[in-house]
């Protein structure tokens, strides 16, 4: 069991983010227009599109993981490539910039001019960050604080920072690492992908299962 009493140089504080969004002028009515799209979307229009499903709040599993698999599948009626899409994973280290990448290697063979039912709108996204009230020394404050944060700022500090912001990693690996030298811990919660979850919640429930087996 780790030393939870110990205090850390550095303090965790912990943040939290709403999003604006903004639509962009880029459409597609076919696959040769979504990988140009791709190209030139913001990293702002690629996470809201990816990371569409932990941050929508679904009661019920979307069938695809992402918006650009389902435009595929409902409105191409591919689903080979829908399903391919799909498989894109959410997880560490990937950043906004590998998302793109994976994306393109999966969509550039493909490219054809078949024409959808609907067309693609590429909508950004901006978060807006602001602090809690919430702040750990230890590791006891930590578990207690990851418990009381709203979902919202777990999901801020385990998919935005790290994906959006390029850091690779999300803060809470980083912290436990950098203060206590928790690497077994810190790299099982780098095994989380947020793209299985429905909703922030179970996010946050997942990362609490897996502080606790770690650190209790």
């Known amino acids: 069991m780790a030393q939870l009493d110990k205090e850390a140089n550095k303090p965790f504080v912990f943040k ?6 903004l639509y962009t002028k880029i459409r597609a009515r076919n696959l040769r227009e979504l990988v ?3 190209k030139k979307a913001d990293a ?9 499903t932990v941050f929508a709040k ?3 599993h979307p069938y695809y993981t992402n918006d ?5 599948g409902e409105e191409l009626n591919d689903e080979d490539l829908a399903i391919e899409l799909s498989s894109i994973s959410g997880a560490e280290p990937a950043t906004v910039e590998d998302i793109r990448k994976e994306l393109l290697a999966v969509l550039e063979p493909r490219a054809d001019e078949r024409p959808a039912r609907r067309e693609f709108v590429f909508v950004s996204m901006v978060p807006i960050v602001y602090e809690t009230d919430l702040k750990a020394r230890t590791l006891a404050e930590f578990l207690d604080a990851v418990g009381a944060a709203p979902a919202e700022s777990v999901a801020y500090h385990f998919v935005t920072r790290r994906v959006l912001d390029g850091t690779g990693r999300n803060d809470f690996s980083t912290w436990l690492e950098a203060e206590f030298g928790l690497s077994e811990a810190a790299a099982a919660l780098s095994r989380i992908d947020p793209l299985i979850f429905n909703n ?9 299962r897996v502080l606790e087996r770690e650190l209790l």
């Open 16 to 21: 939290s983010a709403y999003y604006l969004s």
């Open 36 to 38: 140009d799209g791709v």
């Open 44 to 52: 702002g229009a690629l996470f809201h599109h990816v990371f569409h």
């Open 58 to 60: 679904h009661r019920l």
């Open 68 to 72: 650009f698999a389902a435009w595929v």
């Open 200 to 208: 922030e919640e179970e996010l946050k429930s997942e990362v609490i």
